[in-house]
């Protein structure tokens, strides 16, 4: 943003222009692009979740509306306008109306401090990975108050796992952040992702490489996934047990911005991630002169889009864990090992040679997983024995 | 600046007050998630970046998600049970704690030097900064808390473990 | 690797396969196109009931005997027999209607049609835009052509047209001979079991093999073709052995269990759904021409010219000769006429 104010003030054609013009276009660029650009992502991304869905059941997936069914998220776009907006007569009117505009402001927040190519970032604020955890728990205030709003016992239990997951999630995700911003020194995201430029063709200093930089790639995804909802982790909305969760009581274009702060929430938390681990903009050729930051960009959206498929396929392939295993899991397995995990990010710091290091702090995370593996696994279920079936 | 600080004064007192007269539970519970907002919001306002996002985080996302959590698994799940009326039958012993404590931390405000500058430069507030003072200057009482945190968790997980034998 | 997580690991590869196998391999898609691609349904799928007819639609097979309607267990057909300016019955319906949001496609309208009329279709395309006359199909919708059956069942309506080809030549052949020997054999001494025998029972038959004795037997028999409402019938007990008055006390719960001669014109057989075996047992005691009425099929279906009642008292007063106009009792009408006539000697 204020790249874009001094790009525009030091452009000769705009130097008849008063500054404070300069000054709300150079804020409502980003903005509008921001607003156009994701919720475009999701309405593809949806169509993109049915078709890699539909191949994996070997379906074919939606291809009626448009070629290849391009144009389905406009045709569900328009049923969901059109759709009756019912509200329960027992509901809380005002929380209840309240709710789904909630879950859309704090998912579109999230992108104004993702860097989508070297200096192109909406604002670049030097608190940016707080920013982020502070804005994403806001966003369980809206799966609660659409739960408790509806007055209606499914809703009220998908709202009551939703906040016991997010605030359990909540801790290793941040800890699992924690050695990135020990790596980079710094909470700004801009600064995240110029600390994983250089090396080999811009890749080799990705903090995915590290031991401690993958463990942590596998928490923060982990607890992303969990933060947004997606299956494995769809207890809140879990629809063979509790109908939808917090949203059974929300139709028409109500519905659909819940659906839009989940899909936003889920595509910012792939961004996080691309920019925390994955070098973000960092790639092959970012570093050209004049098409460097387009390189850049396609880098980004290349391992956001990379992100949102293996989350797709995860979905795909993996059932629903239950309410106790999801807790436990959270806290007997995830907790202790983003613990050691920053550990092992201080011990690389201070351990030199680092080819050293980086087999020391990879013993040592392989160790804390096999220990932690065993010990927080459920127990064992003996094998049953049938009195007349056999 | 000013009008933003006034808007946002507002909307802090306001949520402030609806916290305390609203008969709902849950609907004060959410009248307080909107005056921490407020407070957060001052906090940029100031450049405080970092104390407004952990603002934000602590007191939303965890103080304000724990009392829901809270009253959700009470009874009164609904929050429309509840006294009749707004004041109890001891307000006046509750009024004169709030004047007392305004009056001391009027008392602090004046007392102090910082905020007799009143000066953006020198509220130079980077996460640096607050980190290095935290780890140096006041490593003490920062591991004082630390260790307070520590013995509540501890207590509050022989608390729930008592509950697991109790049941077996 | 087991608790390590590697069997997640296993799984996603499986997914992977899926995902890139549909791209290649043609034959992991199995969903079909719907409207522009169908699945050739199988021969003996069924979906609702049509009617047959062999060259044009006014040489329908049906004559409108009802016994589909009265077999019917959701009972979605509707029948009026045709009739002329004189009021005689053409044995063919005016109106033949399916409830098909009734229907329940259970087939057995087919099982019970002795004239191979109504057969079971497989088109599935019956979504209308109403649901109340929509759902309703006509004799015209109804009617469809032998080629059409054939088409659509080749194997099934071949062996239909060979036993109608069969019965035809039969008939032809043994048109001057006395219609008695129509029959296939004589009347068995004991009659065949019911509910193979007689194409109309099936609703409520009793076993031959249950352990009741022969009162007990034509009193449930009575109770259950009367529908359950002989809750203030006498009970078994103190019935008197006459079988025809223990059927007769549940019509008439009154009345007392002592052998009283029952009232003319009572007819407790005339229901399509007893068996040959209960229906003569019901009518025995009875005058001959009673005796022949209960020997036909009961459904009224003036296939012969006659109702039910009509035709035995014709053949009674012997001005009915032909003792095989009986079309829904085929057979075993027949032999059972014939047996009759012979015990009474008339023949």
């Known amino acids: 943003m204020e790249q874009l104010y001094q790009l525009l003030r030091s452009c000769s054609w705009f130097a008849k222009v008063p500054d404070c013009v300069l000054f709300w276009v150079s804020v409502a660029v980003p903005i509008g692009l921001v607003l156009a650009v994701y919720p475009a992502i999701f309405a593809y991304t949806t169509l993109i979740e049915r078709k890699a869905l539909g191949r994996i059941q070997n379906r074919l997936g939606p291809n009626r509306v448009g070629r290849w069914g391009i144009l389905q998220p406009l045709a569900d776009g328009a049923k969901l306008l059109t759709k009756e907006d019912i509200v329960p007569r027992a509901a809380d009117g005002f929380v209840h109306w309240l709710a789904p505009v909630i879950a859309v402001i704090p998912s579109i927040l999230l992108f104004a401090v993702i860097p989508v190519g070297s200096g192109l970032i909406p604002v670049n604020l030097n608190i940016g990975v707080l920013f982020v955890f502070a804005i994403s728990t806001a966003s369980v205030l809206a799966l609660f108050m659409g739960g408790w709003a509806s007055r209606n016992k499914f809703s009220l239990l998908g709202a009551m796992r939703a906040v016991a997951q997010v605030v359990s999630y909540e801790v290793p995700m941040v800890l699992a952040a924690v050695v990135v911003v020990m790596a980079a020194g710094s909470l700004s995201t801009t600064a995240i992702a110029q600390a994983q430029g250089g090396g080999l063709l811009n890749i080799t200093n990705w903090f995915v490489f590290r031991p401690w930089g993958f463990v942590g790639f596998v928490l923060f995804v982990i607890g992303a996934m969990a933060e947004s909802a997606r299956t494995p982790f769809d207890i809140p909305e879990a629809e063979s047990e509790i109908i939808a969760g917090y949203h059974t009581e929300y139709s028409g274009f109500k519905f659909a911005l819940f659906q839009l702060g989940e899909y936003l929430a889920a595509l910012a938390m792939a961004g996080i991630t691309a920019t925390m681990f994955l070098g973000g903009y960092n790639g092959p050729g970012n570093d050209l002169k004049y098409i460097g930051w387009l390189v850049g960009a396609f880098w980004f959206f290349a391992k956001l889009m990379s992100i949102i498929f293996v989350i797709i396929w995860i979905r795909g392939t993996w059932p629903r864990i239950r309410v106790d295993q999801l807790l436990g899991f959270a806290w007997k397995v995830l907790l202790p090992m983003s613990i050691v995990n920053v550990l092992a990010a201080a011990l690389y710091h201070f351990i030199n040679p680092k080819p050293l290091a980086w087999v020391v702090t990879a013993v040592l995370l392989f160790i804390a997983w096999l220990v932690l593996t065993k010990v927080g696994a459920p127990q064992q279920i003996e094998k049953r024995v049938y009195r007349y079936a056999d | 600046m000013n009008y933003a600080f006034w808007i946002i004064s507002a909307i802090t007192l306001l949520g402030a007050f609806l916290a305390v007269t609203l008969r709902n539970l849950v609907h004060c519970v959410l009248s307080l998630i909107l005056f921490f907002l407020g407070v957060a919001a001052h906090y940029f306002l100031l450049r405080a970046d970092f104390l407004g996002a952990v603002q934000i985080l602590i007191y939303i996302g965890a103080v304000a998600v724990l009392i829901l959590f809270a009253i959700m698994l009470t009874r009164n799940v609904t929050g429309t049970e509840g006294p009749r009326e707004v004041f109890g039958m001891k307000w006046w012993s509750g009024g004169v704690i709030a004047a007392a404590v305004a009056a001391f931390v009027l008392q602090a405000i004046k007392a102090d030097s910082v905020t007799a500058a009143t000066s953006t430069t020198q509220a130079n507030s980077s996460v640096a900064e607050i980190g290095k003072a935290l780890v140096a200057d006041w490593v003490v009482p920062f591991e004082a808390m630390a260790v307070l945190l520590t013995a509540a968790l501890i207590g509050a997980v022989v608390i729930a473990l008592e509950e697991v034998m109790r049941r077996r | ?347």
């Open chain 3, 1 to 347: 690797m087991g608790s390590l997580g590697g069997g997640l690991f296993k799984g996603m590869a499986v997914t992977a396969r899926n995902f890139f196998g549909s791209y290649f391999d043609k034959d992991r898609l199995v969903a079909v196109q719907y409207p522009e691609e169908r699945i050739q349904t199988p021969e003996n799928s069924r979906t609702f009931p049509f009617l047959v007819y062999d060259n044009t639609p006014d040489a329908m097979r049906c004559v409108a005997c009802k016994i589909c309607e009265t077999e019917c267990p959701p009972q979605c057909i509707y029948i009026v027999m045709d009739r002329d300016e004189k009021g005689k019955p053409m044995q063919r319906p005016k109106v033949f209607d399916i409830d098909i949001s009734v229907c329940m496609q259970c087939q057995i309208c087919v099982e019970v049609c002795p004239f191979e009329a109504i057969k079971m279709d497989n088109d599935y395309e019956k979504s209308q835009y109403g649901r109340f006359d929509e759902l309703i199909e006509h004799l015209p919708d109804l009617l469809k052509s032998n080629d059409y059956y054939n088409k659509i069942k080749p194997t099934e309506a071949a062996a239909v047209d060979a036993k109608l080809k069969a019965e035809a030549e039969k008939k032809t052949k043994k048109a001057p001979a006395p219609a008695a020997k129509a029959a296939p054999k004589p009347a068995a001494p004991k009659p065949a079991p019911a509910p193979v025998a007689a194409p109309a029972a099936g609703k409520f038959v009793i076993p031959e093999d249950a352990p009741f004795t022969p009162e007990q037997r034509a009193w449930l028999a009575g109770f259950l073709s009367s529908g359950g409402s002989a809750g203030t019938a006498t009970p078994v007990a103190e019935a008197s052995a006459s079988v025809g008055e223990a059927a007769e006390a549940d019509a008439s719960a009154t009345e007392t269990p002592a052998a009283e001669p029952a009232p003319a014109g009572d007819t407790p057989w005339h229901d399509p759904g007893l068996g040959m075996q209960q229906r003569m047992d019901l009518a025995k005691e009875r005058p001959l021409a009673d005796k022949l009425m209960a020997a036909m099929a009961q459904t009224d279906c003036h296939a012969c010219g006659y109702d039910c009642r009509g035709y035995a008292d014709a053949i009674a007063a012997g001005s009915e000769k032909d003792l095989s106009l009986c079309l829904p009792g085929e057979a075993e009408t027949a032999s059972m006429l014939e047996q009759l006539m012979k015990e009474d000697g008339k023949v």
